[in-house]
């Protein structure tokens, strides 16, 4: 014989309350009794679910999360399956969602050019990807926009050693890498953007890799590669609200190591690409001071950092040279100091 409603709500009412729940079983006994009652609760728990909703993350954030905390696959879905445990389960979207997201990052797979030893890209198809994307995440405040400019700095990036891991395939394996960063203005010359990391490659995107031994004549031909590619390069136009923003990219090979300066410059690398002076002859600043400098070397630039390390070092040389050539001052240095072994009262004094 089937058990009635009345029944089974007194049987869990009671099994409840034999397990010690006394609130939970009056709870229930009101809910169960008393239809009105059943109701004004039901509608208190609605209302509390509004009035403090959860804020879900978007697939856009939590694959920026994903990514900045180095997540696998499984650990995203022992994350997510945590939180579905605890009724939020709908705070962090399924991973196919971040599948997506990482899709839509990637540019057109037909631009690219994948060998045994080699991956490239077309810069054109790279700079219009990066521009739709910068678009994208500020549109709010491009709302009217006809016109936008972002300004790239090419990197030349060689000499990491991988021979240890392949050992078994060659002994001298150099990965010889080429990317670009960016900074991104509107028409109206506000800024919209910018790496505030601009000596680092975090924001670097690959435009090409090269798995082989780096020589002079490779830099040179990836040099004029590059910079062919660069002067046909068209402006982007992107279309946001029906209205079409017409984007101008400006590049500049600007953040290159000093081997890659010498490479580019035709000189030794034992020489400097500005001026040309030889180790020996960089103490004489006179002489420094005299020789011509080679502008064409100016475009490849000087990084932040470089540049406060060797105006660090011109501070430093020039305080020596203060301190030495005062009579006063180099007397005073040269006076030694006596060491005093501290006896039992002082040590008893100082404690």
Sequence with gaps: MAASVAELALAIEMKVRKEGNEQLAKLLHAIFSDEATAANISAAYEKDLTSNPVELLTPEEAFALFIHMDLSRDEYQLLRNTMVGKN??????????????????????????????????????????????????????????????????ITYISALKYAEICENVCRDVDV???????????????????????????????????FTKETEELTKSH??????????LAETTVVLCNVTITVRHELHPCMVNGKICSALSS??????HICGATPSQMNNLALID????????????????????????????????WCTSDPIISSLACVKTTHIEPTEEMKKLLL
């Excluded at 040099?223 to 590619?229: A, I, N």
């Excluded at 070397?297 to 040279?321: C, Q, V, W, Y």
Aim: hydrophobic share 40%.
């Design 223 to 232: 040099l004029l590669k590059v910079q062919s590619e660069i002067e046909a």
């Design 290 to 321: 005299s020789l011509p400098t080679s502008k064409i070397t100016f475009k490849f630039g000087l990084s932040p950092l470089h540049f406060r390390i060797r105006l660090e070092t011109n501070i430093d040389m020039a305080r020596r040279f």
């Design 267 to 272: 000189r030794s690398t034992s020489r400097c």
């Design 88 to 153: 939020m389960g709908e705070m962090f979207p399924p991973y196919k969602k971040l599948h997506e997201v990482a899709d839509s990052c990637c540019p057109d797979p037909s631009a690219m050019v994948v060998t045994c030893d080699s991956v490239e890209i077309k810069i054109q198809a790279l700079l219009d990807h990066t521009a739709q994307r910068l678009i994208k995440q500020h549109e709010i405040s491009l709302l009217g926009l006809r016109s936008a400019h972002i300004l790239h700095k």
């Design 176 to 210: 010889y890498m080429l990317s670009v960063q960016k900074s991104f203005t509107s028409g109206s010359q506000d800024l919209v953007w910018m790496n505030k990391t601009p000596s680092s490659t975090r924001f670097c995107r690959l435009i090409s890799l090269k």
